[in-house]
Antibody
């Protein structure tokens, strides 16, 4: 079955960097777009970054554009989120999610990992 | 960007009640509207896409309707297991915005 497992969260000071990893299994990784979605305490989900199945096209939410970078390693079936210049408002649980569409991105968050918490605090 | 407004923000109903949650887009999004359920302490779960298509395994008491700018999620007979926060989400184009959520209690 589809498995999505995030790692790399933690407590970090404002202005510092953190890299999240997401290991997936149970499906053909190169056929699906992958997303990072975050959810701050008591808030709704927010799309952070998307990488299409081809690994070429990406999308970033306005709040993280220029600071975060999404990438994928097909040989490792892993998605990464490099987060630089972190801010207090980036504090959230970060979920790695597989898109519903095979070979075409739909924008539907189908399979979610359990999330990894990121706390940005001095 | 297209804004998504979901209402009500919270709702209390009794077991067996018919429950309706609405979602309004500021511009036409055709039927590119999805609904998610997030139970307390759990991750969101995709329930409905294309405004009315139930994902496999979702109980038939859940239904979605609407197109253009106005959409509804209906639970025909509320069950205790339905306690959750429900989110709508547009996906016609980026940004794939979620609504603010509706906290459903029994």
């Amino acid at each position: 079955q589809v498995q999505v497992v995030e790692t790399g969260g933690g407590v970090v000071q404002p202005g510092k960097a953190l890299r999240l990893s997401c290991a997936v299994s149970g499906f053909s990784f190169s056929d699906y777009g992958m997303l990072w979605v975050r959810q701050a305490p008591g808030k709704g989900p927010e799309w952070v970054a998307v990488i299409w199945h081809d690994g070429i096209s990406t999308y970033y939410g306005d709040s993280v554009k220029g600071r975060f970078t999404i990438s994928r390693d097909t040989s490792e079936n892993t998605v990464y989120l490099q987060m630089n210049r972190l801010r207090v408002e980036d504090t959230a649980v970060y979920y790695c999610v597989r898109d519903l569409g095979r070979l075409r991105f739909l924008g539907l968050a189908e399979y979610w990992g359990q999330g990894t918490p990121v706390t940005v605090s001095s | 960007d297209i804004q998504i407004t979901q209402s009500p923000s919270s709702l209390s109903a009794s077991v067996g009640d018919r429950v309706t949650i609405t979602c309004r887009a500021s511009h036409d999004i055709s039927n590119y509207l999805a609904w998610y359920q997030q139970k307390p302490g759990k991750v969101p779960k995709l329930l409905i896409f294309l405004a009315s298509a139930l994902r496999s395994g979702v109980p038939p008491r859940f239904s979605g309707s609407g197109s253009g700018t106005d959409f509804t999620l209906t639970i025909s007979s509320l069950q205790p297991d339905d306690v959750a926060t429900y989110y709508c989400q547009k996906y016609n184009s980026a940004p794939w915005t979620f609504g603010q959520g509706t906290n459903l209690e029994i």
